[in-house]
């Protein structure tokens, strides 16, 4: 039997470790690399669940004020409607036109042979010009003339302090109806009156509360 002696083994073990170091090494990188990735992954992963989180509490809050945005812009045009009604009322009350000092003429202008029938009247708030119609019933020897003084009467002591006053008759026509007056019986004369005039000062009347204040002070 012969016999083979290796004189070269520990220089081939040697030689087949400098091969199998680089090959180790590699693995170890890759497994390196692996796990490293594998961590910024579930990292990224971590971020991506807090953004989504975030995006969807930041839209839940979004949508409770868009809510609540709407509410208040409609709240807001009902108070906006609701403050030009009071304000329109609150104007229409400061400029109305005051018909107690004027009716309270006509019940002195009135003489007892005039019967006043009908009346009515109108004043615009913006331009303070006014309409009068008068109807009623003359009484008199001449009822017709009884009526013309009437006019001229009214028109001069109940529209005193107004301007651009203006009356005419609508109709005047004599009736056969009499009337028994101070134990005589008067023929008597229908009339309708018509009066245009224009307020002189459209300001009105201290309120009620406003002469309270006043007197307070």
Known sequence: MALHLNLYHEIQKQEMQRRRDPLKLGVYGVVVVIVFLMIYYFYRMEEVSVITNSAKKLKAEWQMTESKAKEAQLLEVQLTASIKTKEDLVQSIETRFYWAPLLERIQKTVPKNIQVTSFHGNVEAQTGKGTLSVSGIAAGAEPRK???????????????????????????????????????????????????????DASPSPTPVQRLQKGAK
Request: net charge negative; glycine share 6%; proline share 2%.
């Open 146 to 200: 009884v009526a013309e003084n009437f006019r001229t009467e009214f028109a001069g002591k109940c529209l005193t302090g107004y301007k651009d006053v203006d009356s005419k008759f609508s109709s005047l026509e004599e009736s056969d109806a009499t009337v028994p007056l101070d134990g005589k019986t008067l023929a008597t004369a229908l009339f309708a009156l018509q009066f245009q005039f224009t307020v002189v």
